[in-house]
């Protein structure tokens, strides 16, 4: 049986944090030790990721039920995604892949929930295994408005700079699709929300009903090509920086801007 999800996301920041150590002891022996766990942690990951598809497609009744609370639902659907997004898309996310039919999802709850994460937080930290947290701007590490990450994944992801926003829909459009070849057959949700990713990526988009993943993911990997680097090194540079300016918590939620004696 595959390990819950949770827990494999905090072993992973555990060993990322862990090589990062050894790096910056120059331990080559460890790291090279921590690596190769690290990338065990991380297909155990996917085959998590996999029981949770099971679930979207009815195979464990139990996680079809309504019960599920909102926190989790928010983030089952940003752990597909992999991507920081905002409540619409993490709705449309949640209904194609892992609603049930009948319910709702609240997206205008997301605001409190959020806040609520931050408080529990700073209340007593590290009390759960994961926090839906802020997604931080590049330049002022303030959060970004309306999007919403997972405090486990790594700062870099949890970054945004000017070229992320269509780093991160590209990558989005990459997981959709690849959740969507898992399925037996595609849904109308599933359909249309493939399409709205096919429809803004050129070369991908064919009818509603004949949207085809692989050219979707083959569309977004060269698009990807063009801005992930650059991308990769704003974000790394910013993340640096966080690590430097904020603490803990400010590193999950943001840095709030003070107005400063004798600025305009």
């Not at 605001?111 to 007593?124: G, I, K, N, P, V």
Request: a positive charge; aromatic letters at 4%.
């Amino acid at each position: 049986m595959a390990e819950p999800i949770d827990n494999v996301e905090r072993r992973i920041s555990t060993l990322r944090a862990a090589v990062r150590r050894a790096v910056m002891a120059r331990d080559d022996v460890q790291a090279t030790a921590l690596r190769a766990e690290l990338r065990a942690a991380e297909r155990d990951w996917e085959q998590a990721l996999g029981v949770l598809t099971k679930q979207a497609d009815g195979q464990l009744a139990s996680v079809e039920s309504p019960l599920v609370s909102l926190r989790d639902q928010v983030h089952h659907a940003l752990t597909l995604l992999s991507a920081p997004a905002a409540p619409k898309l993490i709705a449309e996310v949640h209904n194609a892949f892992l609603g049930v039919a009948g319910t709702a999802f609240a997206t205008g709850k997301l605001t409190h929930l959020r806040r609520d994460e931050e408080r529990s937080f700073r209340t007593a930290r590290h009390s759960r295994p994961y926090y839906l947290c802020s997604t931080l701007t590049a330049e002022h590490l303030t959060p970004a408005r309306g999007l919403l990450a997972v405090s486990t994944w790594p700062l870099e992801r949890r970054i945004v700079g000017p070229l992320s926003p269509r780093v991160d829909f590209l990558n989005a459009a990459i997981q959709v699709a690849e959740q969507a070849t898992r399925l037996p057959e595609q849904t109308l949700p599933v359909a249309r929300l493939l399409w709205r990713f096919a429809a803004n990526i050129p070369g991908a988009a064919g009818g509603h009903e004949t949207t085809d993943p692989a050219i979707v993911i083959k569309a977004a990997r060269a698009e990807l090509e063009i801005h992930a680097d650059a991308d990769r090194t704003q974000r790394a540079e910013a993340a640096e920086r966080a690590r430097v300016q904020l603490d803990e918590a400010e590193q999950l939620f943001g840095n709030r801007l003070r107005v400063l004696k004798g600025s305009a």
